[in-house]
Antibody, heavy 121, light 110 residues
Framework: QVQLVQSGAEVKEPGASVKVSCKAS????????MHWLRQAPGQGFEWMGV????????RSAQKFWDRVTMSRDTSTSTVYMELSSLRSDDTAVYYC??????????????WGQGTLVTVSS | QSVLTQPPSVSAAPGQKVTISCSGS????????VSWYQQIPGTAPKLLIY???ERPSGIPDRFSGSKSGASATLGIAGLQTGDEADYYC???????????FGSGTKVTVL
């Protein structure tokens, strides 16, 4: 079955960077775009960006364009999301979610289990 | 501030039906498919409805979706205690070139 498994929880100080991984299995890794989203405590979802695992091309939300870097390792079917210059309001659960074979996702399925990133001094 | 608008909460007794609305614009719901997600607190979201009214394998037909213009609706029939969760609508926004969500609706079974 299609499965996304993310890396474990992280605690970072303000100004640091965090890198979250998402390992895919059960389908052809390069065939679907992978999206990154986050959910702050008690809040809704915020789309951060998307990567084409085959070509390695990315598109990020304007809010994050200068702080987020998405990458992939095709040999391990893993995508990565690195967020830099962390602030306290970056504290959230970060999710990867599989999209479509084209960038305009009409559904996100499945989602990874989520990675809690806590930013605190 | 979410791009799509949902009511904060809905409630009904077991066995009843609830509907959740999701309002957007021509650049998102008006020209793209809407998906609905269920999130039980502390867990990852699960896809319930996608495209016109499709359900992934394992999702019961008590869940249904519809769309009219720039608005969409999720229906949950035969409400069960296990349906208590937060429900989110989502779709691609062609102007923002990003995936957008509603603010979420909490379903309570009385």
């Amino acid at each position: 079955q299609v499965q996304l498994v993310q890396s474990g929880a992280e605690v970072k100080e303000p100004g640091a960077s965090v890198k979250v991984s998402c390992k895919a299995s059960g389908y052809t890794f390069s065939s679907h775009y992978m999206h990154w989203l986050r959910q702050a405590p008690g809040q809704g979802f915020e789309w951060m960006g998307v990567i084409n695992p085959g070509a390695g091309t990315t598109r990020s939300a304007q809010k994050f364009w200068d702080r987020v870097t998405m990458s992939r390792d095709t040999s391990t079917s893993t995508v990565y999301m690195e967020l830099s210059s962390l602030r306290s309001d970056d504290t959230a659960v970060y999710y990867c979610a599989r999209g479509m074979s084209y960038i305009e996702a009409n559904r996100l399925d499945p989602w990874g289990q989520g990675t809690l990133v806590t930013v605190s001094s | 501030q979410s791009v799509l608008t949902q009511p904060p909460s809905v409630s009904a007794a077991p066995g009843q039906k609830v509907t959740i609305s999701c309002s957007g614009s021509i650049s998102n719901i008006g020209n793209n498919y809407v998906s609905w997600y269920q999130q039980i607190p502390g867990t990852a979201p699960k896809l319930l409805i996608y495209e016109r009214n499709e359900r992934p394998s394992g999702i019961p037909d008590r869940f249904s979706g519809s769309k009219s213009g720039a608005s969409a609706t999720l229906g949950i029939a035969g409400l069960q205690t296990g349906d208590e969760a937060d429900y989110y609508c989502g779709t691609w926004d062609s102007s923002l070139r990003s995936y957008v969500f509603g603010s979420g609706t909490k379903v309570t079974v009385l």
